[in-house]
């Protein structure tokens, strides 16, 4: 029998996530998942009623138009509208495609706009799959670190970074790990540095309604001069509490959404039929956008619950200006370094949590952790007390 063919792996250097390790550990040891950034409650009452509707309804367990449903497109466009006012609305039709999750919208884009030696700018620390997704493309990952404890870019540094080269530049707003927001002088700093370029923008928003103490909520599109060449990503799982659904849906002008759905109909084709009938319900009767207004408020009141629930336990917290995750340093605990001190903190404390150097392509160590604190208030008070304890 002949050898089998010596596989060569395109990521080498990559293997299960931090998020996976932790929660394995979590389970392992009966820690509380405060690692991955998933909520412990369910969606709304009404959006659970009408899935189960339709999957009662005949017809809707088949292929969905590749781009997405119809009536749910027109249903995005009018509250992109309303809660967009100083933008035009999106053209449902051209510029609006429903994806597996934002994850999927990600993935499509880079593989419809990045070519072989093209860079990408990625601001650090970021999501563990920005960096591979770039690479599996031939793509070229340029890193701008954003300094703690505020995670603001510096644009002097951004533009020693941005070259003839550079075709995409991500943003994540509110960012994931530390909460920190794009304002309207980094967008305008952004459009600055890439007038006159080729280079397009990829926007992840998923974390979009969750900007805490009256801060302006703003996107990519609401830039006229970057709406033109930007991909806005968004999270229908992580606006109604739903991550295990992965439906969410990229908005982008109509010759760009052109790329995103050529590979989009070849990586999923169509998004889960019942589901898109149950969010397009759900959106079309929110005509006031109670839901998508009213989050700010509740993950900022679950901010302010966990962090006075950890103050006066050592912990040195930083500013959380949106999101659902709390980053903290831990140094009046321990020197380790933040991988060993978070198997520690699930070991011996029983509270899993992420080592924010899984977020830096090099590692980078500067002592800090991130909580998840998208949880029911017991969850949160049991963690606290576990953490608490000597």
């Not at 917290?317 to 980053?327: A, I, K, R």
Request: a negative charge.
């Amino acid at each position: 029998m002949p050898p089998l063919p010596v596989l060569q792996s395109k990521l080498p250097d990559v293997g299960v996530s931090i998020f996976t390790q932790m929660t394995l550990l979590a389970q392992e040891t009966g820690a509380i998942n405060l690692a991955q950034g998933f909520p412990d409650y369910d969606p709304p009452r009404e959006l659970m009623e009408a899935l189960a509707r339709h999957a009662r309804t005949p017809g809707h367990h088949q292929y969905a138009p590749m781009p997405g449903l119809p009536r749910l497109r027109d249903a995005i466009a009018a509250q992109v509208a309303r809660l967009q006012a100083d933008a035009p609305e999106p053209d449902p039709a051209t510029e609006i495609t429903v994806t597996a999750g934002a994850t999927e919208a990600l993935y499509a884009v880079l593989a419809a706009v990045v070519r072989p030696g093209d860079e990408v700018l990625v601001f650090e620390p970021a999501y563990d799959l920005y960096g591979p997704a770039i690479r599996l493309q031939g793509g070229v990952p340029r890193y701008v670190r954003l300094p703690a404890p505020h995670f603001r870019p510096d644009w002097e540094a951004v533009r020693r970074v941005v070259s003839p080269r550079t075709r995409l530049v991500m943003v994540n707003t509110p960012h994931n790990p530390s909460g920190a927001i794009f304002t309207a002088e980094d967008w305008h700093e952004l459009a600055r540095l890439l007038a006159g370029t080729d280079a397009l923008v990829l926007s992840d928003e998923v974390y979009e309604h969750l900007v805490f103490d009256g801060a302006p909520r703003m996107s990519a599109r609401q830039h006229p001069e970057l709406r033109e060449r930007s991909f806005v990503l968004s999270s229908f799982g992580k606006t109604y509490h739903a991550t295990g659904w992965k439906v969410g849906y990229c908005i982008a002008p109509p010759a760009l959404t052109a790329e995103v759905r050529r590979v989009h109909q070849f990586v999923t084709f169509a998004v889960n039929t019942p589901t898109q009938h149950a969010l397009a319900d759900v959106l079309a009767a929110d005509t006031t956008d109670a839901h998508a207004r009213g989050l700010a408020h509740f993950y900022q009141q679950k901010r302010d619950e966990f962090r006075a629930l950890l103050v006066g336990a050592g912990w040195d917290l930083l500013p959380v200006p949106g999101g659902y995750f709390q980053l903290a340093r831990y140094g009046a605990f321990s020197s380790d370094n933040d991988l060993a001190f978070a198997q520690h903190l699930a070991r011996d404390k029983g509270v899993a949590v992420v080592p924010v150097s899984t977020f830096y392509h090099d590692g980078f160590d500067d002592g800090l952790i991130r909580f998840c604190f998208a949880k029911e208030r017991n969850t949160l008070d049991a963690a606290a007390t576990r953490l608490q304890r000597d």
